[in-house]
């Protein structure tokens, strides 16, 4: 069982940055694919980015490429999502997850395991 707790999250103005951080309770570096999701209010759950476990291939949804980064520390078992220019549409509870597949990793139905989320607000 693999536990996940995102931080980083927080109050913005548009235009800024924000640098979220998923910890995970074990060695996920070489038997994980990461990834991170967000729902905002009344919305559906949307793909945001992934990265896999082994070669650490990135994908991203068009709606945040080239303004986030997704990265991963091997070393600490943490993934970050580097948000840059955030804009009020990506306000939203961000949640990082877990899988040990390395594909379809757009899918939340992929993911074995979820940390509980952490809430960004872009303020216009």
């Known amino acids: 069982q693999v536990q996940l707790v995102e931080s980083g999250g927080g109050l913005v103005q548009a235009g800024g940055s924000l640098r979220l951080s998923c910890a995970a309770s074990?060695?996920?570096?070489?038997?994980?694919?990461m990834g991170w999701f967000r729902q905002a209010p009344g919305k559906e759950r949307e793909f945001v980015a992934a990265?896999?476990?082994?070669?650490?291939?990135?994908s991203y949804a068009d709606s945040v490429k080239g303004r986030f980064t997704i990265s991963r520390d091997n070393a600490k078992n943490t993934v970050h999502l580097q948000m840059n220019s955030l804009k009020p549409e990506d306000t939203a509870v961000y949640s990082c997850?877990?899988?040990?597949?390395?594909?379809?990793?757009?899918?939340?139905?992929?993911?074995?395991?979820w940390g509980q989320g952490t809430q960004v607000t872009v303020s216009s």
């Open positions: 997850a877990a899988t040990v597949y390395g594909s379809r990793l757009a899918l939340a139905g992929t993911y074995d395991y």
């Open positions: 074990e060695r996920t570096s070489s038997n994980y694919a």
């Open positions: 990265i896999t476990a082994s070669s650490g291939r990135t």
